[in-house]
């Protein structure tokens, strides 16, 4: 007699909008979900409580936080205070960009994957509404998967690990419909880049101007709450 | 006018015998060296004090170290204190192995190099000595390069990274004559794998034998303290 066994799955989770959009599908998709969050020096800190809700109502096995301090590099507007946050579109590689953030947290997760023996990684990266990001784009994710697969005692002994991004080439008003579609409650995430303590968004920035176009063009009400109205 | 200015690299800097030795290689070459290390919840943790010494001693232009939590994961006797450190000789990928480690250190790197304009990277990996650690193999450097230079605004926009591994080829003894000619200080150095918070080494443990063996072959008087005489 076999037994069905979930494989098991570390998701990048950040709090916001997109990775929770991706538990739910990686759940839907049958895995035994492993929840990674990073506590690295970013101003909008209610992420973090956001990714515990998310984790919690989206049936996450396990939800871990790494703390990791980014902070002493500077080079972003996410963790570098003299550095503001636009609130404007901006062409180019934007100054919220963190240095190799994806590669790093992506890192983490493959450790994790490792030794939970988890050959799958998912992870929320867009190249539509971010193509400005170059760790967002298909070939870079593509690459890491294969630098992965040659790094790890599973890839040379096991079961190749696969990084799954399904929301890769999703627009924003995709990702609200196929998670709405799923029962995610939005009202949960936070994707403001300098949300206050509350979990309050500022309405204004990049990633505020993304998520509420996206709730309107998909047509779904948004459930964010503003400090401005 | 212009002025020859010192390219930049990140050195990633353990406080061991293999890592100092790239130090010395890297400034021979000509680079300005900006030493990284990690506290990782390490046993042996004299290895950061070593870094310290070494760093100064090894004529780094800074050198920083990053706290990271990897102990809660287990799955290394390096961070696991369930799992004993081998004295004697073992084959297949060893259990002193940290799930993702290098990789993990590679970002941090690429992300330190990308937010000083670095376009090098060194690193202290051996094919030779550590051939059962998937993550030091001339393979996988080659694909994290390439996933490097996909992942970073550098690679997008300037010079392509270049991740050095000039000893990966090496023997131990080849890396201690080296050393030596470069006028390396070996005594500030700790390799083994639960050295005292002295940093006086067990002269056991795989790494201890490598480098009493590598000491020998390359007929250079070994410096090491050892607990044991």
């Not at 709090?15 to 979900?33: K, W």
């Amino acid at each position: 007699m076999t037994m069905n066994v979930a494989a098991k799955a570390v998701v990048l989770l950040s709090g916001g909008l997109d990775s929770a959009t991706v538990l739910a599908m990686a759940r839907e998709r049958g895995y035994e979900c492993y929840a990674l969050s990073f506590d690295y020096g970013q101003r909008h800190r209610s992420e973090l409580q956001a990714a515990a809700r998310v984790a919690a109502a989206g049936g996450a096995h396990e939800h871990r936080v790494i703390k990791l301090d980014l902070t002493g590099w500077g080079g972003s507007a996410l963790t570098d205070a003299h550095i503001a946050v636009p609130t404007a579109p901006t062409t180019g590689i934007p100054v919220t960009y963190v240095p190799a953030r994806n590669t790093i947290f992506l890192s983490l997760a493959l450790a994790w994957a490792e030794t939970l023996g988890a050959p799958n990684i998912f992870a929320g990266m867009n190249a539509v509404d971010y193509s400005g990001y170059p760790d967002c784009r298909p070939d870079y994710v593509a690459a890491f998967q294969a630098m992965a697969r040659l790094a790890t005692r599973a890839g040379v002994e096991g079961v190749p690990l696969t990084i799954h991004t399904p929301i890769i080439d999703m627009s924003k008003a995709d990702i609200v419909r196929e998670g709405t579609r799923l029962g995610v409650d939005y009202a949960l995430t936070v994707s403001c880049y300098q949300a206050d303590t509350d979990g309050k968004a500022c309405g204004i920035c990049d990633s505020c101007r993304l998520r509420s176009e996206g709730f309107r063009a998909a047509d779904v009400p948004d459930p964010t709450r503003y400090l401005r109205s």
